[in-house]
């Protein structure tokens, strides 16, 4: 049973695993993209990857959830509070990490492929033949702006919550000043009204 203390370190977990399909999946069809030019649709669709089609709304959707959950976290950070705990690794050890999975996942995908879809290469010809090695380069590329996405979405937060929690001791340490209640002039009564007077009227 997960404490609500490890909930937010679960959720932000799971959000970077959701990001890997949609990088995959751009890997994939970058590497397509730089050996065959034009003709990739049509190479795809040769080499048995008509599949994907059925994935896309899939992987957008999972996409469409990260993003409401950065925003949920942000709408978070505005009120000063945040519980994502700091990178362990920096933006370039995090860029290699990215990059090394993208490949392993682009070689397992091109693996299978090769053995249950029909027209697809097998073995190391159909994963690196025909173009296969611009995926290593294609998967820098993809793992760069996936390790920027991490970190900057990582920074934003941070900063919004440190914005707010500074205005916050700005304003507490703020002297309040007593406001002094304005002078009401009140009218003064003639002499007769207080029973001053010295004598009474004349009969």
């Known amino acids: 049973m997960f404490s609500r203390a490890r909930c937010p370190a679960v959720i932000d977990g799971a959000a970077r695993i959701a990001l890997l399909p949609a990088a995959a999946l751009a890997v994939h069809q970058l590497r397509y993209l730089l050996a065959y030019g034009s003709a990739a649709g049509m ?8 599949y994907l089609h059925s994935v896309v709304p899939w992987i ?3 996409v469409a959830l990260v993003v409401g959950g950065f925003l949920r976290a942000l709408g978070r950070a505005f009120s000063g509070q945040t519980s994502l705990s700091r990178f362990s690794l920096s933006f370039t050890a995090l860029w290699l990490v990215c990059t090394v999975a993208l490949v392993a996942i682009y070689c397992s995908q091109e693996f299978l492929e090769g053995l249950f879809a ?4 097998a073995g190391l010809v159909g994963i690196f ?21 991490f970190h900057g979405a990582r920074w934003v937060l941070e900063e ?8 916050c001791r700005r304003t507490r340490r703020r002297p309040q000043r007593s406001r002094r209640p304005p002078a009401v002039s009140t ?4 002499p007769l009204a207080y029973g001053w007077s010295g004598r009474g009227p004349p009969s």
């Open 129 to 149: 033949g025909f173009g296969g090695w611009w995926a290593i380069p294609a998967a820098a590329c993809v793992g760069l702006v996936l390790a920027a996405i």
């Open 60 to 62: 957008i959707l999972v």
């Open 187 to 190: 009218p003064r009564l003639a």
């Open 160 to 167: 919004v919550a440190q914005r707010f929690r500074r205005a």
């Open 43 to 50: 190479e795809l669709q040769r080499q048995g990857h008509s």
């Open 118 to 121: 029909t027209g697809h290469p």
